[in-house]
């Protein structure tokens, strides 16, 4: 039995039970609460939505007193993390048409954005683009880079580009961004291009600039390519290659017929190869016809 408390203890104390994922603990605090305020009410769904309760939190949702943009950006991303693209579209269309005083901000935006990106339609994409720029949301945060990966999902690398070129300052991220965009569309001499381009204007390239560049090599089979890239960032940079840097090198080798040299790489890779590296190979030894590398990667 929970002694008494005040309003805030009880809040504080069903957060920390929704935010470790003790869902059913979260609940029972709930259901007792003398009264309940905004902040435990989304706390709530906030748990629900985490552990992948889908319906009790639209429930929940449903049966609330009132709500605040809190609330709304809950349910969105919950829509979101829980691939529900298409309701994550149709509850921020719902806010803006019930709620007249609430102002969609970078919390909704980030949710939305991700979600338009996972559904690929342009049209939406755009639409909701021009919905930001009409509200003052700029691209200088992260939500520069969400937009340049939506664009690029949604398949226009040139309205990728064209966000990129309205970033001001621009850090990291968008030059990610784009440089795994522009792999992702096999243009892989223009991600080399503005590989160069970033690394003259004085920004260091980090781990995923070089999943995007080993990427874009071996969607194009530049092998030759690849292998520096893969060289370069550790001599260079000094940036530790992860397995999906090895995945990268080994899909390049085994596109263009360099089997002996992929196995050579997964056999002095630091982590054990996953699932991607040996269908890498096992496509390379159809391809090409290696029996022994075939039987080796089945192995």
């Known amino acids: 039995e929970i002694p008494e408390r005040d309003s805030y203890s009880w809040t504080a104390l069903l957060h920390g039970f929704s935010k470790s994922g003790k869902i059913e603990a979260a609940r029972d605090v709930f259901d007792k609460m003398p009264t309940r305020n905004l902040v435990s009410w989304n706390a709530m769904i906030n748990g629900y939505m985490r552990s992948g309760d889908f319906e009790s939190a639209c429930k929940l949702f449903k049966s609330m007193p009132e709500r605040n943009l809190i609330t709304w950006n809950s349910v969105i991303e919950g829509c979101e993390s829980n691939g529900r693209f298409d309701e994550a579209l149709s509850m921020f269309l719902r806010m803006l048409?019930?709620?007249?005083?609430?102002?969609?901000?970078?919390?909704?935006?980030?949710?939305?954005?991700?979600?338009?990106?996972?559904?690929?339609?342009?049209?939406?994409?755009?639409?909701?683009?021009?919905?930001?720029?009409k509200n003052g949301i700029g691209s200088d945060s992260v939500i520069g880079t969400l937009l340049i990966e939506m664009y690029s999902k949604c398949g226009s690398i040139e309205s990728a580009m064209s966000v990129f070129g309205s970033v001001r300052r621009k850090k990291v991220g968008h030059w990610n961004s784009v440089i795994v965009g522009l792999g992702m569309h096999g243009m892989a001499d223009e991600a080399s291009e503005l590989f160069k381009e970033m690394v003259e204007s004085g920004v260091k390239p980090n781990a995923v600039t070089f999943v995007g560049l080993l990427n874009a090599c071996s969607h194009v089979g530049y092998v030759k390519e690849a292998r520096f890239y893969f060289d370069l960032m550790v001599k260079e940079y000094g940036v530790e290659r992860k397995i999906e840097h090895f995945g990268c090198l080994v899909d390049a080798l085994c596109r263009t017929g360099h089997l002996q040299e992929a196995k050579t790489v997964v056999e002095k890779m630091p982590m054990r190869p996953n699932k991607v590296i040996w269908m890498s190979l096992l496509r390379g030894a159809k391809n090409y016809v290696d029996v022994e590398t075939g039987e080796y990667a089945a192995h």
């Open 97 to 133: 048409k019930e709620e007249d005083d609430f102002k969609p901000n970078n919390a909704t935006f980030t949710s939305l954005i991700s979600a338009v990106a996972a559904s690929a339609i342009l049209r939406t994409a755009k639409w909701i683009h021009g919905f930001m720029v």
